[in-house]
């Protein structure tokens, strides 16, 4: 049976380029996205057209029971899961606190925290049982940093790092590996970020900062640590990462307001 990458959030940003980098070792990829059936198409034709092995499905990980019945299928039909990718983002733009409903707040902690839960208690145990393996969870800005108009992504993107924390404890002396990553700045990822502002915008915003500028992240290039992260010997593990645009201001050095 062939090693598995199983990616959770699988549009054409990260989700895709860790895919292929991935493919490219050997890897049976299983790409998870919620809506998108054209585009899952398109992601599983171009692994296979390339001579790699891959599935795809259609879930939303919110829905109760679906994640853990995909988990025990990979398991069982398709191979061991050696690598599993959260990518699940909870962006929902700014909203004050008035126009953040409880349904909103709440959806975000299932996007972003309650999500990666179900995914552990399910995938943990074969993990354990074979002393390896490594769960990759994408984070942002708002993991480390709250923000105006952030009190639903921030709050449950916060939460997401310190469960991998607190995963990292109980999981990594039994040799399976938790990795958190800071992306701190905006994605070449026409799938959320590109959605989200409006393909105008978005075309503007890539003249302004594209690749050549680097003032975006590209997906190919964050895969790549993503690779590498899932494949450190265990006498040198990283369990968090950040990475951001070598123009970009870190988080940590958010210009002050104006007074
Ligand atoms: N994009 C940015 O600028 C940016 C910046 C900082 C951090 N991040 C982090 O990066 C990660 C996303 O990476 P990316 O932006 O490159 O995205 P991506 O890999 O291109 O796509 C992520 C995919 O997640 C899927 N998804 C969303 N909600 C889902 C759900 N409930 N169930 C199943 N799948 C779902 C979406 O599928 P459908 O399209 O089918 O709905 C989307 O295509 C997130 O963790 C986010 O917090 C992104």
Redesign the pocket.
Known sequence: MPKVCLI?????????STSRRFAKDGYHICL?????QA?LDKSIHELIESGHQASGFI????TPDHLEALVTKIETEIGEIHTAVY?????IGDRNLDSTTHKVFELGWK?GTFGLFRLAKSLMPYMVQRSSGCLLV????ASVRGNGGQHSHAAT?ASRRMLCQSLNAEFAPKGVHIAHIV?D???D?P???GKMLGPDAFEDLKQRKGYEKNGLLV?DQIAESYFHLAHQHPSAWTHELDLRPHSALPWWNHQKLDL
């Open positions: 959770i959030g699988a549009g054409a940003g990260i989700g895709m998870v996205r919620r809506s998108d585009g879930l939303d990980v919110t990518n699940i983002g909870a962006q996007l994408t984070g942002a800005t993107m992306i700045g905006l994605i990822a799938d959320t970020l997906p």
